[in-house]
Every structure is written in structure tokens, then in C-alpha cells.
């Protein structure tokens, strides 16, 4: 059973007129860590001061909000919503439901559709389906590569126009150099970055684990930590020779941090991205043999995730992505050997990642700053702030409360969630996009009629 009203439309959907008493407003980009009155009329965001009159009117509802935080709504900036093609698995609806009932007001869908998005026509596609039925912004990634087969480019400039905010093969790394050079070359010329999924397929060739003690004793085949270490190194590497923007997919490894922070003390015009299974699960999980801990890059090991964490702290690593990759039974409730690799997470990633602040990893605002405003900034796109006296987009959260994880309440058509039946603290409350509201729990659902 879902435990919140979505609004499917977004461009359709109510603005909002409510009274936030004694909220906790957090806005990295303000520098902003307190707690304070907001109101918010008819769309129109307005943080209220000490000693600002309040000028509240009778149609404007109050609510005590103590204990909740208002944060800018989240951006992830690396999903997969299989629409053209996979339709069965997720689509652009159901894609952007599980989005804003996670807090998230705009996600970069990656190319690997069926077609995949390698042309104008695809672009428009994903951007017309979105404003007919999304709840949230949805913005192309569109293919380096024709058929994301590494062969010959795309047309870059065409596809820009087109609406593609940033470029990548995803699970088809562009092995050949010189063309990953032509790659960011073109990249610069037009402004956007070049996000890499960094792994040498001829390393990891059929493995379906991380290479290691688990992986033997299992009988698995592995997949070693070279494979993502090597590609991060020669990305970066092209990065330094081009001068082009280049951001790195879902880190998973010691070693790629450790690459990633030099590569940012020498200036490198270099972003990275985690994901929170990668701070949070280890290769240990697959003992179970359960294909919902088939991923790529793999689960790895406890002294990666210490890594991955003093990159988060550090701000080595820029941005906290969900690589949302949703399968059906189909793909999962199979053999380990035979599964699909992914995890679905737009719906957990804010509490798995709130974590992070318990343990003194991030504070609040930095924790904020990796799900929204740096998203943001890498691939320039106009979120991750507040709106004051403007249409904000944000989300207001319950940092402590508990809730049991169960796939079936999930809006995401995927089955594949790793953290099914665990306790997560951190919750959802409700989501607004340019003042409208987009979706709301259960109490608050009188805000979306």
C-alpha cells in the first residue's frame, strides 16, 4: 500500500499556501543551518526572520513543523527510467513518482533505452513523455556513442539542442581513448560534461561479483578492482590533456578515490559521484546469493566503504547519485550467475544517506549540498537553492523517523531494492516544485487537493 498522494503532472499539480512554524531551513548555498518560520503563498517561498512581520491570512494554514527540516528539493544526477523500450521495468511516470516521494525534484536520465537516446528524435521523446505525465523534471543524458556500441560519436551539438545536459555510455564504458579524447573535446566546445562509467570491460569480462575472498569462496566469478581503477586513471588523465569536464560514475573503489583526490589537487577539472549502497553494503551481502546485491560497479569491500566515506568527507567526491536501475522478477529471481546487475534507490537513498550525519561523516548542510546543490551545479541546472520570494522547490523531511522498508509500497515498478525489510530512519514528508505540490504522505495529504 503507498503511504503518500502523488500528484502525476507536475505542470498540473496545486501550489501550495501553508504556514511552517519552527522548521529547520537548510540551504548550503545561503550558508543556512536554522531553525526558523517559512511561509509560503500560493507558491511563493518566504523565509520569515525574528523580526519580520508575518502578515499570515486566513486561507494560509499553520503547521507546527518542529523536529522536521526544509531542505532544496534533491537532484540525482545518474537514474534510469528504461522508458523508450523497458517499459515493463519502469517508465518516465512511475520513474519520477518514486523520485518526489524521495525528496527529488530533478534527475539526469542516463541513455540506455531501448532505442537508446542517441538522436534528436529520442531527446524530444523523453522530454515530451516527461511533460505529459512526470512528477518531477526530467532531463536527458544522451549517448557518447552511436548504439552506445564505442564505435563512431554522436552528434553532439544536435543533441544538445535537442535538450541533453551531459553525455555517457553508462554500462557501455567507451574503451577506445582516442575516441574518448574526440569525446571531450566536443564536450567542451558545447558545455557539458562527459559522465564517465569507468571500467575495462576486457578486466571485468563475464564477472559478476567484486574479485576477492567472497568472490572464491562462492565460486563466483569476479570482477577486479583494477577494471574501475584503470579507467578512472586514463579519464582523468584525458581530462588533464583536453581541459574537458569529466564526471565519474558511481565510485566503488579505494583506489579511485585515492586517484580522484590527486587528480583535484592538481586542479583537474574533475567531479565524482558515489552511491549509497557503495557507503553502505559490502561484497559480504552476497553471500546470500540474492541477485538484488548484483550490481556494477559490485559491492566491495569494508576498507573501500571507509575510503568512499573520508572521500565524502573530504569533498573528493562531489555528489551522492542513486544509479536507479529498476528490473522486474524477470531479471532478479533468477540465478545469481544469469541476474541483471542494478539496485533501485530514489525511494531510500535520502534515508540510507542521512546516516551520514549520524556518524559525523557530513554535516546537515554538507549532506545536502551532495544530494542537491552539487548535482546541480555539475550538470547547470537550476535547482539545489531556495527560492526566496520566488517558486522554490524544495522538501520537507522527518530526519527520524523510522520506517520498514517493503518494495510493494514503493512507486518504482523495480523489485530490486537491497535494503528490503530493514529499518531506515529519515523520511519524506512532502515535496514541492516551483511551488506546486508534487507529492505528500499520508497527514499532509490535504496539501495536494
Request: net charge negative; aromatic share 8%.
Amino acid at each position: 500500500m503507498k503511504t503518500g498522494n502523488i500528484v502525476s503532472k507536475l505542470y498540473d499539480s496545486k501550489k501550495i499556501s501553508i504556514y511552517m512554524k519552527n522548521i529547520r531551513v537548510i540551504d548550503p548555498v545561503r550558508s543556512l543551518d536554522r531553525v526558523m518560520d517559512v511561509q509560503v503563498s500560493d507558491g511563493v517561498f518566504k523565509l520569515i526572520n525574528d523580526n519580520q512581520e508575518i502578515g499570515v491570512t486566513s486561507c494560509i494554514k499553520e503547521l507546527d513543523c518542529s523536529g522536521l527540516w526544509l531542505i532544496p528539493g534533491l537532484v540525482d544526477m545518474h537514474v534510469h527510467l528504461r522508458e523508450p523500450g523497458e517499459e515493463y521495468k519502469e517508465t518516465i511516470e512511475t520513474g519520477s513518482q518514486a523520485a518526489v516521494a524521495g525528496g527529488v525534484v530533478a534527475v539526469a536520465a542516463m541513455p540506455n533505452t531501448t532505442p537508446p537516446n542517441d538522436t534528436e528524435t529520442v531527446t524530444r521523446f523523453i522530454l515530451d513523455r516527461a511533460k505529459a505525465c512526470a512528477s518531477c523534471y526530467v532531463f536527458p543524458v544522451a549517448a557518447i556513442t552511436k548504439g552506445l556500441n564505442g564505435q563512431q560519436l554522436t552528434d553532439m551539438g544536435n543533441l544538445v539542442e535537442a535538450g541533453a545536459i551531459a553525455f555517457s555510455d553508462d554500462g557501455n564504458p567507451v574503451m577506445d581513448s582516442t575516441l574518448m579524447r574526440r569525446a571531450l573535446e566536443y564536450s567542451k566546445i558545447f558545455g557539458v560534461p562527459i559522465i564517465s562509467h569507468c571500467e575495462d570491460k576486457m578486466l571485468s569480462a563475464d564477472g559478476v561479483m567484486n574479485e576477492g575472498k567472497v568472490s572464491y569462496e562462492l565460486g563466483l566469478r569476479g570482477i577486479p578492482r583494477i577494471a574501475e581503477q584503470i579507467m578512472v586513471s586514463r579519464d582523468i588523465a584525458l581530462a588533464k590533456y583536453t581541459g574537458a569536464r569529466v564526471h565519474i560514475a558511481h565510485v566503488s573503489t579505494k583506489e579511485s578515490v585515492d586517484l580522484i583526490r590527486k587528480a583535484k589537487t592538481e586542479g583537474l577539472n574533475v567531479t565524482a559521484e558515489t552511491t549509497p549502497h557503495y557507503f553502505s553494503l559490502t561484497e559480504e551481502k552476497v553471500y546470500s546469493y540474492d541477485a538484488r546485491y548484483k550490481v556494477n560497479p559490485p559491492l566491495r569491500t569494508q576498507q573501500d566503504i571507509n575510503v568512499i566515506l573520508e572521500g565524502l568527507h573530504d569533498g573528493t567526491i562531489d555528489a551522492i547519485a542513486t544509479d536507479h536501475a529498476p528490473h522486474s522478477f524477470l531479471e532478479k529471481d533468477i540465478e545469481f550467475d544469469f541476474a541483471a546487475f542494478g539496485m533501485i534507490g530514489l525511494e531510500t537513498s535520502l534515508a540510507v544517506s542521512l546516516e551520514l550525519t549520524r556518524k559525523g561523516i557530513l554535516s546537515p548542510a554538507e549532506l545536502i549540498a551532495k544530494m542537491s546543490t552539487n548535482p546541480a551545479k555539475i550538470l547547470n541546472i537550476p535547482f539545489g537553492f531556495l527560492e526566496n520570494n520566488g517558486y522554490a522547490s524544495f522538501a520537507v523531511i522527518d530526519p527520524e523517523e523510522e520506517w520498514v522498508v517493503n518494495n510493494d509500497d514503493f512507486y518504482s515498478k523495480g523489485v530490486n531494492c537491497p535494503f528490503e525489510g530493514q529499518v531506515l530512519k529519515g523520511r519524506v514528508k512532502f515535496t514541492v516544485i516551483n511551488g506546486r505540490v508534487v507529492f505528500a504522505r499520508e497527514e499532509y495529504s490535504w496539501l495536494a487537493k
